[in-house]
């Protein structure tokens, strides 16, 4: 099917189409309504060596850049268990433990939830839980306590970020969907009511007409160029007739016969020669009398 099918198939069954678009509108409003924006919240935390593993009265800060190999073993210590335990009262939270690459010994804590109150609860679980897992690696290797490696926050965000991609992505989709839905089905609609009305046609022609067409709304599906024409006359007199019982042909004296002249243009527009139109003529001496632009048939005077 061309493109200026579907387009005339759309113009005619518009209120098909119309039906379609309302009914789009109406599926993404009810899930921009339905489906909750995200809301996300992050937090850092910094590693930072014992004391009795820097000099004394050193600046730890100045330390941390051999821990990021404990960023990497705390960030693969926090398995799914963990993770689940921390959002049990929120199932719906997703939690993202990363170390920031750029600092080494950060550790970046994301949450997303369907509310802020759940963002906010489920990001205070992963922090604690960070730092009680750092504690548990170093029980296990009975690490003394002035050489334990400490975990401080950082930053601890206390407004979420609203995030409405999800949201607008499935309503979006429920939109495009219902719109291309409603051009199916005007589309479909337009060509079963179309071949309905063509065979009811063929079966009984006598019923069909210019109106059927009409009623389908095919106005404007005529071709460029073509017009009606309108079949002449049977009751009108003929004008060559006319002519003719106005001017009688007459009979040469030598052979008795009539001339009668067809004009071209009679002949191509399917006029029969028996009705061609006489003309008189002056003598075969002189030809020149009366010229034609027409051909001559001869036959024999009746």
């Known amino acids: 099917m061309k493109l200026a099918d579907v387009v005339g198939a759309l113009r005619r069954r518009w209120y ?3 039906a379609g678009i309302l009914i789009a509108a109406g599926g993404a409003t009810y899930v ?6 995200e809301y996300e919240r992050t937090a850092s935390q910094l590693l930072l060596p014992g004391k009795a593993t820097i000099p004394e009265d050193a600046n730890p800060y100045l330390f941390v850049g051999g821990l990021y190999q404990v960023a990497d073993i705390l960030v693969r210590a926090i398995g799914p268990d963990d993770v689940a335990a921390a959002t049990a009262e929120h199932p719906d939270a997703t939690v993202a433990v990363t170390r920031d690459t750029a600092a080494g010994a950060v550790m970046i804590v994301t949450v997303t939830a369907s509310s802020e109150d759940a963002a906010a609860t489920v990001l205070e679980n992963v922090t604690a839980l960070t730092a009680s897992r750092l504690g548990e690696l170093q029980d296990e290797k009975s690490i003394p306590g002035d050489e334990r490696i400490e975990l401080v926050p950082l930053t601890n965000a206390t407004q979420s970020v609203v995030i409405q991609k999800t949201r607008m992505l499935t309503a979006a989709a429920v939109g495009i969907g219902g719109l291309a839905l409603g051009a199916v089905a ?3 609609a337009d060509t079963f009511l179309r071949s309905r009305r063509r065979a009811r046609s063929l079966r009984d022609p006598q019923d069909s007409g210019p109106a059927d067409e009409l009623r389908d709304g095919d106005e404007g599906s ?10 002449p006359d049977a009751d009108a007199p003929d004008p060559d007739a006319i002519e003719a019982a106005e001017h009688p042909a007459s009979a040469e004296p030598d052979d008795e016969r009539v001339r009668e002249t067809v004009a071209p243009s009679a002949i191509r527009g399917g006029r029969s020669a028996g009705r061609a139109r006489p003309r008189r003529r002056g003598s075969w001496q002189d030809p020149g009398e009366d010229r034609m632009d027409a051909f001559e048939i001869e036959r024999e005077a009746g």
């Open 222 to 231: 005529e071709e460029p160029g073509s017009a009606e024409v309108e079949a």
């Open 16 to 18: 098909v189409l119309l």
């Open 32 to 37: 921009w309504m339905t489906v909750p924006p």
């Open 186 to 188: 005007a589309v479909l």
